[in-house]
């Protein structure tokens, strides 16, 4: 059987393009090594009822996803919850500042540390919500083109950005955090912007009842009704071409599988140089290949916990809070830890987590309760990923242990705990190499047009009908869906099918 095309790996960006592709008309199969759908969109759940998130859960502005709409992905079964106070920073002498939904309320909460900027947070917001909507969201939202939106601020890292218009060292590290910890090097210029697009954005941290994987399923559903098909437990060995273009994928099973279309969740390593032969790529693209770097700052550690009750903290008015931060006390921390990343330390803790029972009581029997926490560690621990295997559970301790000097209650409520480094997400989830959860750096020249490289930044892969859709392309990983929406555009365009509306600058 010939199918008109295969997709490599089921991340939830494969697997929207998948639907997307059905709905056009296309008979697809996607290819899974692991036993289950979803990439990082992944819930265990326990003999006992616990369910654990152990990659992905907090999912910014989903439900306002083009893709979400037009999969019908609420009525498939996944349904979001975003909770009003969405982040609080914690400090150690009880004070928080605070994110809501309400953005008065988060200016409010910044008045406390600086009235100066509060205003300035105020007069950025006014100012990028014309620019977020009209050039910063179409731009996310369609294959890149090869020049870019000329913002002066862009011009700044949002390290510079955050000390020269705001003041507080705590209003600057919680900006920061949201920026530059999560995605970017905070000291890579070009991404000033970043900061005033976050305080103009609408949408905040979501939460999917049920569990992450609730999306993966419903995206499963999608594909499905729209008669796309999935293989799980299959790994591919190599993609077969003839006269410059694909015709199939050979599995390490030695099944070849015809198909006039080959896509990529991989990334480019990956797909470039060791899925593709020598010979089918020029020297020029398989140098570019071998070049891909990595996020230094992207691999995470977790701490999951079972709980007997919910985390009772010291600090007032946090029983609502979402996402808490602990540890992060001012923005000097920040060179600190991009240093300790850089050679292969364990920095002073700074994590954030939730307990996602509190807003969805069905991830737990009832009377209990789930958490976790997560930050940011090096891959490479003392220059060497094994040593993870064993320091994570001293780590785990320690991060259990300055939780409760936050809520003391924790230490009697927690019935039992497990970690995962950075070397189990690369052991876990194929693509992120090095523990890379956006699967590629946002620096070195691969954003944008020349995501992931320069050349391969509209989506196809060189040979005639290969394809790429995961976050190694614009606009880059986490839980956005885009760079299958995009590639969706591009691949329906280019077989004169219906597609995704394109968005338009």
């Known amino acids: 059987m010939e199918y008109d095309g295969i997709l490599l790996g089921s991340g939830h960006n494969a697997l929207i393009l998948q639907a997307y592709l059905g709905q056009a008309g296309l008979r697809t199969l996607c290819l899974e090594r692991r036993l289950i759908a979803g990439g990082g969109l992944a819930t265990t759940t326990d003999s006992r009822g616990f369910r654990h998130n152990t990659h992905s859960f907090y999912h910014r502005a989903l439900t306002s996803m083009p893709w979400y709409r037009d999969l019908d992905l609420a009525r498939r079964g996944a349904e979001y919850i975003e909770p009003d106070l969405n982040v609080a920073l914690v400090l150690r002498n009880g004070d928080s500042l605070q994110w809501w939904t309400d953005f008065d309320r988060t200016l409010d909460s910044i008045a406390r540390f600086s009235r100066k900027d509060a205003a300035t947070a105020r007069r950025w917001r006014d100012r990028f919500l014309p620019i977020l909507e009209e050039i910063l969201i179409p731009e996310s939202q369609a294959p890149p083109l090869p020049w870019r939106p000329e913002l002066e601020v862009s011009k700044l890292s949002p390290l510079e950005f955050v000390l020269q218009e705001f003041e507080h060292p705590v209003v600057q590290a919680g900006l920061l955090f949201f920026n530059g910890l999560r995605e970017v090097d905070l000291r890579a210029p070009g991404f000033g912007h970043h900061i005033p697009a976050l305080?103009?954005?609408?949408g905040k941290a979501q939460m999917c009842k049920g569990g992450s994987a609730q999306l993966a399923k419903a995206l499963v559903r999608a594909v499905q009704?729209?008669?796309g098909e999935l293989r799980l437990g299959v790994t591919p060995r190599r993609i077969h071409t003839a006269r410059g273009r694909v015709t199939g994928v050979e599995t390490t099973d030695g099944e070849f599988i015809a198909s006039r279309m080959v896509v990529s969740g991989l990334n480019p390593r990956q797909t470039f140089l060791e899925l593709l032969a020598p010979e089918d790529l020029p020297a020029e693209w398989r140098r570019k290949a071998e070049g891909f770097r990595f996020n230094l700052l992207a691999p995470l550690f977790a701490l999951n916990l079972t709980l007997c009750d919910r985390p009772r903290y010291r600090a007032s008015g946090l029983d609502g809070?979402?996402?808490?931060?602990?540890?992060?006390?001012?923005?000097s921390q920040f060179l600190d830890i991009v240093e300790c990343h850089e050679h292969g330390r364990i920095p002073?803790?700074?994590?954030w987590g939730s307990c996602p029972t509190v807003f969805d009581p069905s991830q737990a029997p009832k009377g209990f309760h789930t958490a976790f926490w997560w930050?940011?560690?090096p891959y490479r621990l003392n220059g060497n990923p094994s040593a993870w295997d064993e320091a994570q559970r001293a780590h785990g301790q320690a991060m259990l242990d300055l939780w409760a000097e936050y809520a003391p209650n924790?230490?009697?409520?927690?019935?039992?705990?497990?970690?995962q480094s950075p070397l189990d997400t690369e052991r876990t989830l194929w693509n992120m190499r090095d523990g890379d959860l956006l699967v590629g750096a946002l620096s070195h020249g691969q954003v944008g047009f020349n995501r992931p490289f320069a050349g391969a930044g509209q989506y196809r892969g060189h040979v005639q009908g290969l394809y790429l859709c995961g976050g190694s392309s614009h606009p880059g990983g986490n839980i956005t869906g885009l760079p299958?929406?995009?590639c969706a555009q591009v691949v329906t365009a280019d077989c004169g099918l219906p597609g995704p509306r394109r968005q338009v600058l």
Request: proline content about 3%.
């Open 321 to 331: 809070a979402f996402m808490t931060i602990l540890g992060l006390e001012h923005s």
């Open 410 to 419: 924790v230490k009697d409520a927690v019935i039992d705990w497990t970690t």
């Open 199 to 202: 305080l103009a954005a609408k």
């Open 225 to 227: 009704e729209s008669g």
């Open 484 to 486: 299958g929406y995009n």
């Open 348 to 351: 002073p803790t700074v994590m």
């Open 375 to 377: 930050e940011k560690l």
